[in-house]
């Protein structure tokens, strides 16, 4: 409960004053009876057990007709909140060249760890995953369940289609998972480490589908500087890593960026790419609007019939009971 003229509550001071006042003045009536009655004590009757009766429920009625003038009101307080997720579709080269060895422990695993940490982070978003060699698949449909889409994540690849890189069908493909989307903001984060060699469609001409429906595409090239440790295979069949020059097109990725309003992002290592997911996270955040509303219900009539029936019953007792009752 609270009171919407708060200040009027100052007034309940006066009762502790008045009843004071009342005490002080009833014993200088009784000292002047006393001194011209002698000391002769009269029998104390039911009337002189409730001869302060009338005063107490005038007093009480006072303190509950302040109360009910300061306006006591029952406040209830509501919270409605609308959250405008976010559709992402995380699309992941998994050539074998992403296996190479200048991220711990190599790019793929590196990628698909703070992908999976990106994800868990989207809470409100639907996310889907994508993933592309020589051909693209989807891996994950778009799902708000961010658990579910980390899972699918940590399962990706290297070998289970044909080796490339096909950065256009990869993007072709992300596109699709949002062709149908009803949502206001659609990305893409396309993560590559090499050049585009494969496919059936351009990756600029994917860049301009994504630009003509509205979807974001954030590019990240990863692999370091120069020269990194790639994988290779003896002539026995065993897999080895030799030194082999880093090739990412990234005058491609910036200008797929570029074209749908997206950025391009180059991660040389671990660090880098965490760097990057979290700028990310910031440039995209989903929309939450919270509004408050506060309902109130006047309690000061309540009160006012407390304080009416105290004064009923003070006239009552006044007037009817204690004028019946013997001396």
């Known amino acids: 409960m609270e009171f919407l003229n708060i200040e009027i509550l100052y007034l309940l001071v006066l009762i502790p004053l008045l009843a004071i006042y009342y005490i002080l003045a009833g014993r200088r009536r009784a000292a002047i009876v006393v001194s011209t009655t002698g000391s002769r004590k009269a029998p104390r009757t039911l009337r002189y057990w409730l001869r302060h009766l009338p005063a107490v429920l005038r007093l009480g009625a006072m303190a509950v007709a302040i109360i ?28 074998s060249s992403m296996l190479a060895r200048d991220f711990t422990p190599d790019r ?7 992908a999976t940490e990106f994800v868990a982070e989207r ?12 051909e693209a698949f ?5 799902t708000s369940d961010q658990a579910s889409a980390g899972t699918m994540l940590s399962r990706l690849r290297s070998g289970v289609v044909d080796d490339g890189t096909a950065i256009g069908n990869g993007l072709a493909t992300a ?9 206001k ?7 590559t480490d090499g050049v585009n060699n494969r496919g059936q469609i351009s990756p600029i001409m994917a860049a301009e589908i994504a630009r003509d429906l509205g979807i974001k595409v954030y590019t990240i090239g990863v692999g370091s500087r120069d020269k990194a440790p790639m994988p290779a ?15 990412i097109d990234e005058a491609l990725l910036r200008d797929i960026a570029s074209k749908t309003g997206g950025q391009y992002f180059r ?4 660090e880098a790419l965490k760097a990057i997911y979290e700028q990310i996270n910031e440039l995209e955040k989903s929309k939450v609007e919270v509004s408050h509303y506060t309902s109130y219900t006047e309690l000061y009539m309540g009160w006012l019939i407390i304080a009416l029936l105290l004064l009923a019953a003070e006239f009552v007792v006044a007037r009817v009971v204690l004028n019946r009752l013997p001396m």
């Open 123 to 134: 809470t409100g978003d639907r996310i889907s995953v994508v993933a592309f060699a020589g």
């Open 68 to 95: 009910a003038l300061a306006r006591p009101v029952d406040v209830e307080h509501q919270e409605e909140t609308t959250t405008e997720g976010i559709d992402i579709v995380i699309a992941m080269d998994i050539s």
């Open 175 to 183: 596109i699709n998972r949002l062709r149908e989307s009803g949502a």
């Open 267 to 270: 991660a040389d290592d671990n």
């Open 233 to 247: 295979y003896d002539p026995f069949g065993n897999i080895t890593y030799v030194m082999a020059d880093v090739e």
């Open 108 to 114: 793929l695993s590196a990628a698909k760890q703070l």
């Open 138 to 142: 989807t891996q994950c449909p778009l």
């Open 185 to 191: 903001s659609k990305v893409v984060i396309l993560l």
